[in-house]
C-alpha cells in the first residue's frame, strides 16, 4: 500500500502542491520563530554574562518592608560602606556605580537615541586607575566637571569626535560637556542601541545622588575566595536597608529575565504560527477530500480486488505523512532562512539584536517536523475515513459515480447551537475568559454553519453578478454546488479577516480612549515632559513659571505621605494655576478650594478612606513631620489624574528630594508650534525634554496603537496567504474536476472571457463570503471584548472604523481576485476536445 | 468517390450545402510520430438532410466532426458552415459561430448539474443574451417530450431523457447544422432509439440538418445518408441505408483491417 500512497503523490503533485505550500508556511513561521528566539536568547544571554564577569557580589538598596519605614525614595550606599568593603580581606577590588538617565544631544539637538534608553553612568577607575568595565577605544577617562565619555556606537552614530563639546542633559538644565574619551561596554542598554555616557564619579553622584552616595557596590574576589563567601563577609558590615547579592545570583536573574521576555515574544509569535496552521488544515482536509472524491474508482477498485478498509485509510494517510513530510523538511528550511532573515530585519531596523551565531535548536527541527506531518495527517483523517467508506461496487460503475452529498441537518443543528452558546457566552462573560470561551465557541459554530450560510448569503450576491450574465450565474451555482468545500475553503479567509477586524476594532477602540483619557481633562496648552518619562528635575518647572509667554503653570510633584495605615501618593499642584490646567469633574467642591491645607480627592481614594468634602485627616510627610488637611472636593479620577491632590506650597517643604512628573503650561499664545519654540527657548534648548500638545499626545497614541496593530497586521498576513492558497487550491480543483462541462459550454458557446470570468467570479464569490463572515464575526468580538474593556476604562467606546472594514472587504476581494487568475487561464486553456470526450 | 453529384433523394435541394469540406487534412504530431487524420477530404453536408459519418475507429470520423464544427483547428484545406470559412477565424469568432449556428449533442449527454432541463435547453441563447423564440422552443420541448420535466435537474433525469435535453439544447437555437457524436453510446436500444428518432423527425419536420458520427449500424440506418471513412478518407457513401446494409459494409473494412 506504501507504494500505491507513494505513486499517487507523485501523480498528484501538481495538485498537492498548494497543500505542500499551506503547510509549508506554517511550519516555516513555527520554526522561524523557533531559531530566531533561540538566536537572540543565546546572543543576550552571552552579552549580559559579559556584564558580569567583574562582578562577585553587588551591594544594593533594599527595603524590605515599605510600609513600616518613612516614606520616601530608598537611601543611598555611602562611601564609607564603599570604603570598609574594599578593605574587607577577599576583595580584590570595589565599584561604586551611580547613574540615571542622561539625554545627550546630536549635532541637530535632538536626542540621540530613544529617550527610554539614553543613560548616564559614573566612570570609577580602579586601582591601576581604569575601569575595567568600560575599556577606552580613544580619548582618556572622564577626570572633572566638564567632561564626559561616549560609548562607541553612539559616537559613531552622532559623529563625535573626542574634543567635541556635547550638549548633554540630566536632570537639571543643560550641560556642555566635553568629550574626553569613547569606549565599549557589554552594558545590556547599549548593546540594544541606548546611548551611555560616563561622567568622573564626583559629577556623577552630583547629577544623579549626592557627593558621596552611591546606587550600587560591586565588589570582585580576591583569587580563592568563592561569591558566597564573599558575601557572607560583606553582609556583616551591611548597613540597613541594604543587602548583599552574588554576581552569579544577578547573573541568574538577568538570564531569567531575558528568557522570560523571550518567551512572552515566543509564544505570541507560536500562537500566530498556530493560526496560520489552523488556517492550513482547512485546506489539507479540503484537499484530501476532493482528491479522495476523484479517487473514487481507483479506491473502489482497491477495495473490489480485496484491500481492506483499513488498508484504504492507511493508503490515504501514508499519502498525506508524505505530504506533511515534504512541507515541514522544506518548511523547517525555509524558517531557518526566515529565523536568520528576521534577526538581520530586525537589527537594520535598530533593534538590539547582540552578534552571534545563527542557532537552530534540536526542538525547533523535531517540532517542526512533528507538527507539519501531523498537521497534515489529522487534516486527512476524516477524508481517509470518507475513503474507507467506499463500496466496492463503485469501481463497476460507469458513470461518474457522484457522491451523494449527506444531510446537513445534523451539522446545522450542532452548529446553530454552538454559535447561540458562544454567542451567549460572549456577551454575557464578565471576565477575559468567559469572553474567550464564548468567541471560540463562536467561532466553531459558524464554522459548522458555513455551508448553511453559504446559500442565503450568495443568493444575496445574484443581483450583483446579473449584469455578468450567464458567467455570474454559472459563477453563483458553483459556488454553492458544493457547499462543504465553499465553507471550509471561505473559512480559511475568515478565521484570519476575523482576527484582524477584531483587533482593529479593539484598538481603534482603546487609541480613542485613551486619547480622551489623556486629553480631556487637559486644559493646558502644553505638557513638559522627560523624554524617557522619569521624573524632571524641579528646575523646569520653576523656569516656565518665570517665562512671560506662560500665563499659568503647574508641575505635577510626587510626593509621599503616611495616612492611617498606609502610605498615600501625592500630587503637589501650583494651587492658583491648576484651576485652568486641569479640566476635573467634581462631585463636590471645586478645584478653586484647593490651597493651604485644603485638597482635593478623587472619588475612588475619598470612598477607600470614607471622606466627605469637609473631612480632615492628618499625613505624616517624608521628613516625619504631621500636618492636617482638609478635603475640599471630591473629583473623578482618571489614570492621568488621581489621588490627593495638595498645593505645592503646603508639599514641597516636607519632600528632600523632589522631582516632577510632568508640568502643565498655559501660554498666552495658545498650543501653536510658536508658543511650543519658545517654551523650548525658554528650557534652553534642552534634548531631554518633550513639550507636547494635546495634538502630540493623540499622535504618541496614535503612533504607538498603530504600530502595534501593523505588527499584528504584519503576523496574521501568513494567514491570509495561506488562505489565498486554500482558494487557488479549491477553484483549480473544481476547475479539474468540471474539465467536461468546462469543455461543453466552450463547445456551445461560451468564449474563452466567459470561461475565466466564470472562475474569477466564483472565486470572488467564495472569499467575499469567507470575508463577510469574517468581519462579521470580528466587528462583534470587538464589541464584545470592548465591552470587558470598558469596565476597567471609563472612557471606553466601540469605535467602528467603517474605512478600513471597508479596506477588508477590499482585501478579501482581491484575495478572491488573485487566487483566480491562476486557475481561471487554465480553465480558458483547457482542451476542449479532450474535456468533451465521453471518459 | 468523395462527393455525391446527385441531390438527397427525399427530396430536390437548390439551396447551397450547410456544411462543406474542401481538401480537408488533418495531421497530428510532427515527423515520425506524425499522424495524418484526415487526408484531404472533401464532402458536403445538404441542408435537411441526417448524415451519418461511420468507420472503424482511427479513421478520422470524429477528427472529421470536430473541424467541421470548429471544435479543432485543420491542417490544410477548407471547412465551411453556410458561407463562412471556419480557418480564418480566430478563436472568439469560432466560438461565436459555434454559439449562434451550431447544436451539438455529446456521448456523455454533457448537462449542467447546476441547471434544471429547460435552463440546460436555453444554455446556448443565455451565453449569448438571447431571448429564446418562445414558440419554437415550446415545439421543440413538445418533440422531444420533455413538457413534464422541465424543471428538473439532470440528476433527476434517466439517461434518455438527459440526451433529450441534450437533443432539445442543440435544436433550441435553430441551428444551420447539428453535430451529433455518439449521442446513443451511454444508451440502452430502447433509449436510444427515441433519441435517434427525435433526430430524424427533427430533419424531417423542422428542417434541420443533422450530422452524426456513430460506429453503430443501426444508429446509421435513421439517417438519410451515410458516409464510410477509413484511414482519414472517405472510401463510400450510402443512401438511405439499412442497418443490415451498413453493417455489410463495416464488415469489409474488418476484413480488410484483418487481411492487410
Not at chain 1, 470580528?778 to 470598558?790: C, D, L, P
Request: proline content about 4%; hydrophobic content about 45%; some cysteine.
Amino acid at each position: 500500500m506504501f507504494r500505491t500512497a507513494l505513486r499517487n503523490v507523485l501523480a498528484h503533485k501538481a495538485r498537492l502542491l498548494m497543500t505542500v505550500l499551506a503547510v509549508m508556511l506554517g511550519v516555516a513561521f513555527v520554526s522561524g520563530t523557533l531559531v530566531f528566539t533561540s538566536t537572540l536568547s543565546e546572543a543576550q544571554q552571552r552579552s549580559s554574562e559579559k556584564g558580569f564577569t567583574g562582578v562577585d557580589v553587588a551591594v544594593q538598596p533594599h527595603r524590605a518592608d515599605r510600609d513600616s519605614g518613612t516614606p520616601g525614595p530608598a537611601p543611598r550606599l555611602r562611601q564609607d560602606l564603599l570604603d570598609k568593603a574594599a578593605a574587607l580581606p577577599g576583595v580584590a577590588s570595589a565599584t561604586g556605580s551611580v547613574g540615571g538617565f542622561a539625554a545627550v544631544a546630536d549635532k541637530k539637538g535632538e536626542l540621540a537615541g530613544s529617550g527610554f534608553t539614553s543613560a548616564g553612568a559614573n566612570y570609577y577607575p580602579g586601582k591601576d586607575g581604569k575601569d575595567a568595565r568600560y575599556p577606552l577605544v580613544s580619548g582618556r577617562a572622564p577626570q572633572r566637571a566638564g567632561e564626559f565619555a561616549l560609548d562607541e556606537h553612539t559616537a559613531a552614530k552622532t559623529g563625535y569626535k573626542v574634543g567635541d563639546t556635547v550638549r548633554v542633559s540630566v536632570r537639571g538644565p543643560v550641560l556642555e560637556q566635553k568629550l574626553t574619551g569613547v569606549f565599549t561596554t557589554d552594558d545590556g542598554n547599549v548593546a540594544a542601541g541606548g546611548s551611555l555616557a560616563l561622567f568622573d564619579t564626583r559629577t556623577a553622584q552630583k547629577l544623579y545622588a549626592k557627593p558621596g552616595q552611591f546606587d550600587e557596590i560591586t565588589l570582585k574576589a580576591a583569587p580563592g575566595t568563592s561569591q558566597t563567601a564573599l558575601k557572607s563577609a560583606v553582609e556583616k558590615i551591611l548597613p540597613r536597608d541594604t543587602e548583599a547579592v552574588t554576581g552569579q545570583k544577578l547573573a541568574d536573574d538577568q538570564a531569567r529575565l531575558i528568557s522570560e521576555g523571550n518567551s512572552g515574544m515566543r509564544t505570541i509569535l507560536l500562537v500566530f504560527a498556530g493560526i496560520s496552521l489552523f488556517v492550513g488544515i482547512f485546506i489539507i482536509a479540503n484537499t484530501f477530500t476532493m482528491l479522495v472524491a476523484q479517487r473514487t474508482k481507483e479506491l473502489a477498485l482497491l477495495r473490489a480486488i480485496g484491500a481492506s478498509r483499513r488498508q484504504v485509510t492507511r493508503s490515504v494517510l501514508v499519502e498525506a505523512f508524505l505530504v506533511g513530510l515534504v512541507a515541514a523538511v522544506t518548511g523547517l528550511v525555509a524558517g531557518i532562512g526566515i529565523g536568520a532573515g528576521l534577526r538581520s530585519l530586525v537589527s537594520s531596523m535598530g533593534g538590539a539584536v547582540p552578534d552571534g551565531p545563527l542557532v537552530v535548536p534540536v526542538s525547533a527541527v523535531i517540532s517542526s517536523l512533528a507538527v507539519g506531518i501531523l498537521v497534515t495527517m489529522l487534516a486527512a483523517w476524516l477524508p481517509a475515513r470518507r475513503a474507507a467508506k467506499i463500496p466496492p461496487v463503485a469501481a463497476m460503475n460507469s458513470v461518474h459515480a457522484v457522491a451523494t452529498p449527506k444531510s446537513l441537518v445534523v451539522r446545522n443543528t450542532i452548529g446553530a447551537l454552538l454559535a447561540a452558546a458562544g454567542a451567549g457566552i460572549a456577551m454575557a462573560a464578565t471576565d477575559e475568559s468567559g469572553l474567550g470561551l464564548g468567541a471560540g465557541l463562536l467561532v466553531i459554530g459558524v464554522f459548522v454553519l458555513t455551508p448553511l450560510l453559504s446559500r442565503p448569503l450568495i443568493a444575496a450576491a445574484g443581483p450583483v453578478l446579473r449584469p455578468f450574465g450567464m458567467s455570474g450565474k454559472l459563477a453563483r451555482q458553483n459556488a454553492v454546488r458544493n457547499p462543504r468545500r465553499t465553507a471550509a475553503t471561505a473559512s480559511a479567509l475568515m478565521i484570519g479577516l476575523t482576527l484582524i477586524t477584531g483587533l482593529t476594532v479593539i484598538a481603534g477602540s482603546v487609541q480613542k480612549a485613551i486619547d480622551k483619557m489623556a486629553t480631556d481633562s487637559i486644559k493646558a496648552d502644553f505638557v513638559v515632559v522627560n523624554a524617557s518619562m522619569t521624573p524632571l528635575s524641579p528646575e523646569v518647572a520653576k523656569k516656565l513659571a518665570k517665562d512671560p509667554s506662560v500665563t499659568a503653570s503647574s508641575p505635577l510633584r510626587q510626593g509621599e505621605a503616611r495616612i492611617g495605615s498606609g502610605t498615600e501618593f501625592l500630587t503637589g499642584v501650583n494651587g492658583g494655576a491648576i484651576g485652568d490646567l486641569v479640566d476635573l469633574d467634581f462631585t463636590a467642591g471645586s478645584i478653586a478650594g484647593l490651597t493651604g491645607n485644603k485638597v482635593v480627592v478623587d472619588a475612588d481614594t475619598a470612598k477607600q478612606h470614607g471622606w466627605r468634602a469637609g473631612s480632615s485627616f492628618t499625613a505624616t510627610y517624608e521628613d516625619g513631620k504631621k500636618g492636617k488637611l482638609t478635603v475640599s472636593g471630591v473629583y473623578k479620577g482618571n489614570d492621568m489624574l488621581k489621588g490627593i491632590m495638595v498645593d505645592n506650597a503646603t508639599l514641597t517643604p516636607h519632600l528632600t528630594d523632589y522631582s516632577d512628573q510632568q508640568v502643565m503650561v498655559k501660554t498666552t499664545s495658545g498650543d501653536g508650534d510658536k508658543a511650543k519654540d519658545t517654551l523650548r527657548k525658554a528650557l534652553g534648548n534642552n534634548p531631554a525634554l518633550q513639550i507636547q500638545s494635546k495634538q502630540d499626545i493623540s499622535n504618541e497614541i496614535a503612533k504607538v496603537i498603530n504600530l502595534l496593530l501593523n505588527m499584528l497586521y504584519g503576523l496574521l498576513a501568513m494567514a491570509v496567504i495561506v488562505a489565498v492558497l486554500g482558494v487557488v487550491n479549491t477553484l483549480a480543483m473544481s476547475v479539474f474536476e468540471r474539465q467536461q462541462e468546462i469543455g461543453m459550454l466552450r463547445a456551445i458557446g461560451l468564449d474563452r472571457r466567459g470561461i475565466k470570468r466564470m472562475v474569477r467570479l466564483e472565486s470572488l464569490i467564495i472569499s467575499l463570503f469567507g470575508g463577510v463572515l469574517g468581519i462579521g464575526l470580528g466587528v462583534f468580538f470587538g464589541w464584545a471584548a470592548g465591552s470587558q474593556i470598558g469596565e476597567k476604562m471609563a472612557t471606553y467606546e466601540l469605535v467602528l472604523p467603517w474605512g478600513r472594514l471597508g479596506v477588508f472587504l477590499l482585501l478579501a476581494a482581491a484575495v478572491g481576485t488573485l487566487a483566480a487568475l491562476w486557475p481561471a487561464r487554465r480553465a480558458a486553456r483547457m482542451n476542449m476536445l479532450s474535456a468533451i470526450k465521453a471518459d | 468517390m468523395t462527393t455525391s453529384p446527385y441531390g438527397a433523394p427525399t427530396a430536390v435541394r437548390t439551396a447551397a450545402p450547410a456544411a462543406v469540406a474542401t481538401d480537408l487534412t488533418k495531421v497530428y504530431g510532427q515527423g515520425e510520430t506524425q499522424v495524418v487524420a484526415l487526408d484531404s477530404v472533401s464532402v458536403e453536408f445538404r441542408r435537411a438532410e441526417f448524415t451519418a459519418i461511420m468507420g472503424p475507429s482511427g479513421s478520422g470520423k470524429s477528427t472529421l466532426m470536430h473541424c467541421m464544427a470548429g471544435l479543432d483547428s485543420v491542417s490544410g484545406g477548407s471547412a465551411r458552415i453556410g458561407d463562412v470559412e471556419l480557418t480564418a477565424l480566430n478563436d472568439k469568432k469560432l466560438t461565436q459561430l459555434r454559439r449562434d449556428k451550431i447544436g451539438f449533442i455529446f456521448q456523455a449527454f454533457n448537462l449542467l448539474p447546476t441547471l434544471n432541463a429547460l435552463e440546460n435547453i436555453t444554455l446556448p441563447m443565455d451565453i449569448a443574451g438571447r431571448k429564446p423564440d418562445r414558440q419554437w422552443l415550446d415545439q421543440v420541448v413538445e418533440t422531444v417530450g420533455l413538457s413534464g420535466r422541465l424543471k428538473h435537474r439532470p440528476n433527476q433525469l434517466s439517461g434518455g431523457q438527459q440526451q433529450r435535453v441534450a437533443v432539445a439544447r442543440a435544436l433550441a437555437g435553430r441551428p444551420e447544422i447539428m453535430f451529433a457524436d455518439e449521442p446513443t453510446g451511454n444508451l440502452d436500444s430502447r433509449s436510444g432509439a427515441e433519441v435517434l428518432g427525435f433526430l430524424r423527425n427533427s430533419v424531417r419536420e423542422l428542417g434541420q440538418t443533422v450530422v452524426m458520427v456513430t460506429h453503430d449500424p443501426v444508429a446509421a440506418s435513421y439517417a438519410g445518408r451515410v458516409i464510410f471513412l477509413a484511414d482519414g478518407r472517405i472510401v463510400d457513401e450510402m443512401y438511405e441505408p439499412t442497418a443490415d446494409a451498413v453493417l455489410d459494409r463495416m464488415k469489409a473494412f474488418d476484413a480488410k483491417g484483418r487481411t492487410s
